[in-house]
Every structure is written in C-alpha cells, then in structure tokens.
C-alpha cells in the first residue's frame, strides 16, 4: 500500500503562485502514474495533472501553460508548482499514485486563492 502526504497548500492573492509537494512512502516500488487533483465545494473531483514515471505530463486545459508538475523519482515526490492563481483554482488538491492497478489517495491540502 500506498501512502502519500501533501504539503504547501494556503491562502495566496491572485496572480500569486504556490508549490505543492506530494511524498510517497510505503511500497513505493513500481508506482507508475502520479497526478494532482482538485475538488472545490460542491463540485466534482477533477484531473489537475499527471505525469508518468518517465515524465510525460498532461494538463487540464484550465491549468495549461499556468500549472507545471514534476517529479523526482529519487525522492519518491511529485510537485505542483502553481502560477498565476485565480480564485477558481481554489479547492482541496489531492495527490493520488497508480501502482500495480490501484490508486492511492492523499489527504489533500487546501488551496485558497482570494480575489
């Protein structure tokens, strides 16, 4: 199993920018896809971005060219560095991690981003 801790979350101005990391820790060995979700309040869970372990990345078209994830696999972490924020990016981020056909979840951290 799986476990995975967020950090870096908080209160930012728009136009402002946040890092969120994501550490894994567990039976990391063979996790393949990690990505970032969002869940804001009374919406639906939805992709941020993924990468795989070799560094492809896919972005939601709402975060394209604002959003950047990375990951270092030495440290078992993935990243999210956020810039120019606006207060619809506000929500809960969850980090999540596919190993051996299943997911594993983070507790999620949350992004609030004021107008």
């Known amino acids: 199993q799986v476990q995975l801790v967020e950090s870096g979350g908080g209160l930012v101005q728009a136009g402002g920018s946040l890092r969120l990391s994501c550490v894994a820790s567990g039976s990391i060995f063979a996790i393949n896809d990690m990505g970032w979700y969002r869940q804001a309040p009374g919406k639906q869970r939805e992709l941020v971005a993924r990468i795989t372990r070799g560094g492809s990345t896919n972005y939601a078209d709402s975060v394209k060219d604002r959003f950047t994830i990375s990951r270092d696999n030495a440290k078992n972490t993935v990243y999210l560095q956020m810039n120019i924020l606006k207060p619809e990016d506000t929500a809960v981020y969850y980090c999540?991690?596919?190993?051996?056909?299943?997911?594993?979840w983070g507790q999620g951290t949350q992004v609030t981003v004021s107008s």
């Open positions: 999540n991690a596919w190993r051996l056909g299943a997911s594993s």
